[in-house]
């Protein structure tokens, strides 16, 4: 199994033999605040997010994309659990 994050705040699972996606899970900060900063599709919606090029914009973009609980380092595994942090300031612990 492979694990990782995304800006999306949700940490995936995908089978490394099969190529397979095998379940995600959302951080709290992403099942609170997806639906403003994502599409129905799960991407992020670069056009609420960016709202222009200035600067106080790309600052304010910045915010946006970690209120939804962006996983910005790698999990650790260990005795079958899944740690990982989250911006939105928890460690989660995954069985």
Request: charged letters at 20%; a negative charge; zero cysteines.
């Amino acid at each position: 199994m492979a694990y990782f994050g995304g800006f999306d705040g949700k940490l995936q699972a995908v089978d490394l033999k099969s190529g397979k996606y095998i379940w995600e899970f959302a951080t709290d900060a992403a099942r609170q605040n997806a639906r403003g900063f994502l599409t129905p599709a799960g991407k992020l919606n670069q056009k609420a997010i960016y709202l222009s090029d200035f600067y106080d914009d790309m600052v304010l973009a910045v915010d946006r994309i970690m209120s939804l609980g962006s996983i910005v380092s790698s999990p650790a595994v260990d005795g079958g659990v899944i740690y990982f942090g989250s911006a939105d300031g928890n460690l989660y612990a995954l069985e």
